[in-house]
């Protein structure tokens, strides 16, 4: 009897998804060497970012502490080449640079503030990337005692980051500037519930307004008007890593890498996308948003599909349905908006105390469902599967080629 080759299975990426599908992957005991990659050891756990810029002291979880005991590889290290057709990817590390090849590829890098779209972003704002990044605001934030900080976005980001300021730093003149309206894409009772919370903590609300140009301490807006500021915090928009890109793989304006419904990326079956850096359909016919709602259960779902496909079995469909957003509004309140499965909003909120308290069991589960799959070795990581698979067409913008890297 032959022994069974051992494949080499490359994760790039340590963030929600990527840290999902290697716990996962690595209790299927498939024969396989799996290596993680991301360029920094810590775990990022961005959804908790607001609060780090707040001053919160929250516990730091590293990458290979999550991973100990799987027999995943951790190299910290960023990925700078990808070359599908040689199965090789190049990263960049400490002690030079280490090429890895691979019989299966999980591209999971996730997603970054877009500081692109307007002149003066990268020169006069700041964006909660990651840890580090918010931890230098809340040092800013401290000195500047009774200054004024413009928050530009209104999604979740922008939200989040105004009402958990504004509870830390009462001394501060908040203002958050949006291009629509504020809880546009929630219900009445939802985006109600939000105004509410703003004009309790004293947040200027400025909507239908759209910034042309960051200047030093200025942001000026398509009218003429201009805003001044001690601190802009940039929350306008995240666009996914340029690798994929260059590498010629299919992406659309953002970066993302269009997927098919098993999350394989056409025409290059050995290669995954899970996460903020996947296209990926979703229920309605909607590609599925850029959230850890969406990209855990994608990663999940990967480590599965790898395991399958050593195994030299099919791949299933990627299924998923949406239930609930929830909206941290500082520490003792909240928004728990249910959703249908394509997630258009429904009538129905929680707010207040009872929110908050579900918002933070739900950040909690992100990681303790990976560290019970990993003392455990079983798949205990669960998320709603409707009995449909999603599918939609490829989008007008997706292209192979060259874009912008950011």
Known sequence: MTKERTQEVVILGGGYAGLMAAVRLANRRVPARVTLVDAKAEFPERIRLHQVAAGQQLRRRSIPELLRGTGVEFIQGRASEL????????????????????????????????????????????????????????????????????????????????VELAERF???????????????????AGAAHIRRVFERHGIALREHARIEEIQEGVARLAGGERIPFDICLWAGGFRAPGLAARAGLPTNERGQVIVDRTLQ???????????????????????????????????????????????????EPFRFSYILRCISLGRHDGLIQFVASDDTPRDRVLTGRAAAVVKEAICRYTLTSVEAERRLRLPLYWWLRPTETASYALPAGARTGVTTDV
């Open 83 to 162: 070359d599908p057709e040689a199965q090789l990817v190049a990263v960049q590390t400490r002690d030079g640079q280490r090429t890895l090849r691979y019989d299966w590829l999980l591209y999971a890098l996730g997603s970054q503030v877009d500081l692109s779209p307007i002149p003066g972003l990268r020169q006069h704002t700041v964006a909660l990337d990651d840890r580090s990044t918010a931890k230098d605001l809340a040092a800013r934030l401290e000195r500047l005692g009774d200054g004024r900080v413009l928050i530009v976005g209104g999604g979740l980001t922008g939200i989040e980051a105004a």
């Open 170 to 188: 009462p001394r501060l003149a908040i203002e958050l500037v949006t291009a629509g309206a504020l809880g546009e894409d929630l219900s009445p």
């Open 265 to 315: 990326v056409p025409g290059h079956p050995e290669i995954l996308v899970a996460g903020d850096a996947a296209l990926a359909p979703g229920p309605g016919g909607k590609p599925l948003r850029m959230s850890c709602a969406a990209g855990q259960p994608m990663g999940a779902h990967a480590g599965d599909t790898l395991a399958r496909l050593i195994r030299g079995q099919e791949p």
